[in-house]
Structure formats: C-alpha cells, structure tokens
C-alpha cells in the first residue's frame, strides 16, 4: 500500500509537470527556479571502499523559501561487509537572511547488509527513516553547516551519529 501511495505521486506530480510544460509561458518560468545539486563521496581503507552518490533538485518559490528532493544511493565494501542503502528524500529550505538557512529533510532509505558472523553469512534489510532539522551559512550557492536527526536509531542509522555536518551546492 505504501509503495502505491508513492508510485501515484510520483506519477501525479510527473503529470502535473508535463502538464504544465505545454504553456511556453509556464515552462519557462518553472524552469527557471529549478536548481540542480546534489553531493558525491568515495572512501577508501585497507581492505575498503565506501562510494556515494546523491542528485537533487530544489524549486525556489522566492527567495526565502524552496523545496524538492533527492535520491540517494550508498554503497560500502569492507572485508567481509557489504553494505547498499538507496531511496530518496525530501526537502525544504528557509532562508530568513541572505546568508542564515535553516533546512528540514525526510531520508527515507532501503539498508540492505551483508557480513559474515563467523558461524555464516546474516543478511539485514530494512528501511531506515531520517528527519532532519538543519542550520547553515549561505554564500550563493553554497551553504555550510550542521543538521540533527529526530529519528536517529543507534541500531538502524546508516550515520555514525545524529549530528552531521552538511556541504550543499545547488546550480
């Protein structure tokens, strides 16, 4: 049922889009309030490899405030651990000052782990959710700073801890 909900939203909001493109007058609008960003990782140990891939989008209402989403993709190899989180998030900033963000983001990602125990190989998978409340420093179209994890599950949590710093650079 869930992944229903999320399969026709997506294809409403793909609609809506297409929809929308028709009117030259509101494509060229909408488009020109889209901004592309998003980050990439890779890692490297004995015996390691950790990569990272994340694409975003974000439409700009004003100058204050814009929203969009993300798709993220994780994968990690050490030793005898495999490790592979996907899924996507949503986001929204609000910038009160040019240079003051203050952000709040849904990650909601499918873990699936791989590693030997010693009596055998366990696999785990699961969904792991994240709601983040962030603050950074803007300039242009980078922002610094630091967000917290509400949701943060020392168990579950792909992350090290529930405060993450953060680099963002939307184009």
Not at 7 to 26: E, G, H, K, R
Not at 28 to 38: A, P
């Amino acid at each position: 049922m869930y992944h229903k909900k999320i399969f026709l939203s997506f294809i409403f909001l793909s609609a809506t889009l297409i929809c929308s493109s028709q009117n030259p007058n509101v494509r060229n609008d909408f488009w020109n309030k889209v901004r592309f960003g998003g980050g990439i990782g890779l890692g490297f140990t004995n015996g390691g490899f950790n990569g990272s891939i994340s694409p975003s989008a974000i439409y700009e209402f004003n100058q204050k405030f814009a929203t969009g989403m993300s798709l993220n993709l994780n994968y990690a190899k050490f030793n005898d651990y495999k490790f592979l989180a996907y899924g996507g998030s949503l986001l929204s900033l609000y910038n009160p000052l040019p240079y003051l963000q203050f952000s709040g983001e849904f990650e909601q990602l499918r873990i699936n782990r791989t590693f030997d125990s010693g009596i055998g190989t366990l696999k785990d998978n699961y969904w792991s959710p994240a709601l983040f409340l962030g603050v950074g420093y803007s300039n242009s179209n980078v922002t610094f700073g630091i967000r917290y994890d509400l949701l943060y599950d020392d168990n579950k949590s792909i992350y090290a801890n529930a405060w993450m710093p953060f680099v963002r650079v939307y184009f």
